[in-house]
T-cell receptor
Framework: GAGVSQSPRYKVAKRGQDVALRCDPI?????LFWYQQALGQGPEFLTYFQNEAQLDKSGLPSDRFFAERPEGSVSTLKIQRTQQEDSAVYLCASSLGPGTYEQYFGPGTRLTVT | DQQVKQNSPSLSVQEGRISILNCDYT??????FLWYKKYPAEGPTFLISISSIKDKNEDGRFTVFLNKSAKHLSLHIVPSQPGDSAVYFCAARAFSGGYNKLIFGAGTRLAVHP
């Protein structure tokens, strides 16, 4: 079956531009996570959705970061007025439900802010 | 404050020998630990997990050991194969607010050479 997909795979943005990153989770997966992975580091939690509800956004680094999952499936992570420190790989993961620990990751979107 | 630490950024092992990857954690409330494997330009994929009530879990060539008193776990791969060359992330599950959150270490890059 299809895994988690993300688009675009690579994005170059000039500082100050807005970007939108898309995640298509595995069909039927209730839980959806966004992570940020800086070079040489592990994934760091950004935000969590259960269906369409954003239950935890404690990892979002600033109010320039916004995520949504309006119909409980596809999710979009938006970064406004991008800064150089936003350069990272953004990973999306989904899992069957809130009680399951195994998360399935997409390939990520590599964002480079110049 | 890193709650999950992988202190060895890289490891080089000869094909056929044992690879041992280590991970330390600080939070005694973690109840599940997972290992993920990541190839370049792909998302992390789940490899093996262990519950905090166990001290060993084995799956084929992969075995994870947990020492709760030392807050330490290790992944053993034997025999190591060139296809095992990847970055390995240790992750700990924190179940709070009714859902799982994974906290990752920085990763260890394993190179298996002939």
């Amino acid at each position: 079956g299809a895994g988690v997909s993300q688009s675009p795979r690579y994005k170059v943005a000039k500082r100050g531009q807005d970007v939108a990153l898309r995640c298509d989770p595995i069909s039927g997966h209730v839980s959806l996570f966004w992570y940020q992975q800086a070079l040489g580091q592990g994934p760091e939690f950004l935000t969590y959705f259960q269906n369409e509800a954003q239950l935890d956004k404690s990892g979002l680094p600033s109010d320039r970061f916004f995520a949504e999952r309006p119909e409980g499936s596809v999710s979009t992570l938006k970064i406004q007025r991008t800064q150089q420190e936003d350069s990272a790989v953004y990973l999306c993961a989904s899992s069957l439900g809130p009680g399951t620990y195994e998360q399935y990751f997409g390939p990520g979107t590599r964002l480079t802010v110049t | 404050d890193q709650q999950v630490k992988q202190n060895s950024p890289s490891l080089s092992v000869q094909e056929g020998r044992i690879s041992i990857l280590n991970c330390d954690y600080t939070n005694s409330m973690f109840d599940y630990f997972l290992w993920y494997k990541k190839y370049p330009a792909e998302g992390p994929t789940f490899l093996i997990s262990i519950s905090s009530i166990k001290d060993k879990n084995e799956d084929g060539r992969f075995t994870v050991f947990l020492n709760k008193s030392a807050k330490h776990l290790s992944l053993h791969i034997v025999p190591s194969q060139p296809g095992d060359s990847a970055v390995y992330f240790c992750a700990a599950r924190a179940f709070s607010g009714g859902y799982n959150k994974l906290i990752f270490g920085a990763g260890t890059r394993l190179a298996v050479h002939p």
